[in-house]
């Protein structure tokens, strides 16, 4: 718990922030829910001001579709937890990469289907059956951060998250 003394002698008893970060990890993404905003990388601070908490995310592309359904999930969860004055900062410099993904997060993102961000700047391996020999179907895939490939070997589509 952080304690705040306010202007009057006001004291305003507030969750740490460790906490807070806890509790935004739980947040899914709304576009591939098995990730969260944390893993996904676009939680990029949490501060208190004042009594106030300021959470500032980059979202994954500019005049991203989901931004404003994500500000709402981020206020609904710390809503959830009694916290009711929060102010979220858009932060697009620097702008959001794949670099900022955690290694759980490209972890979650295999196990559902996705091809994790590669710095070979395409897939690895089908994230299906595992095997090296993909193709490139289409630089556009369901959201324009993923491209949509093909394994050679199950012959099954997937998604790649585009390095960026």
Not at 29 to 41: A, F, Q, R, T, Y
Not at 80 to 107: F, L, R
Request: aromatic share 8%; charged share 20%; net charge negative.
């Amino acid at each position: 718990m952080v304690t705040t003394c306010l202007s009057g002698g006001h004291v305003v008893k507030s969750p740490d922030i460790d906490t807070v970060w806890q509790w935004l990890d739980q947040v899914p993404d709304p576009e591939i829910p098995v990730i969260s905003l944390v893993d996904l990388g676009i939680v990029r601070d949490v501060a208190y001001q004042g009594d106030r908490l300021r959470i500032t995310l980059s979202p994954t592309y500019s005049g991203c579709p989901a931004t404003r359904v994500i500000e709402e999930d981020v206020r609904t969860a710390m809503r959830d937890h009694g916290i009711e004055q929060v102010i979220i900062n858009q932060q697009i410099s620097p702008p959001w990469t794949t670099d900022w993904m955690s290694d759980k997060g490209k972890a979650k993102l295999q196990d559902y289907g996705i091809a994790p961000p590669s710095a070979k700047g395409q897939p690895e391996a089908c994230p299906i059956c595992g095997a090296g020999a993909v193709s490139l179907v289409s630089q556009f895939g369901s959201t324009p951060c993923k491209a949509h490939w093909r394994c050679e070997e199950c012959r099954e589509s997937f998604d790649y998250f585009k390095c960026i």
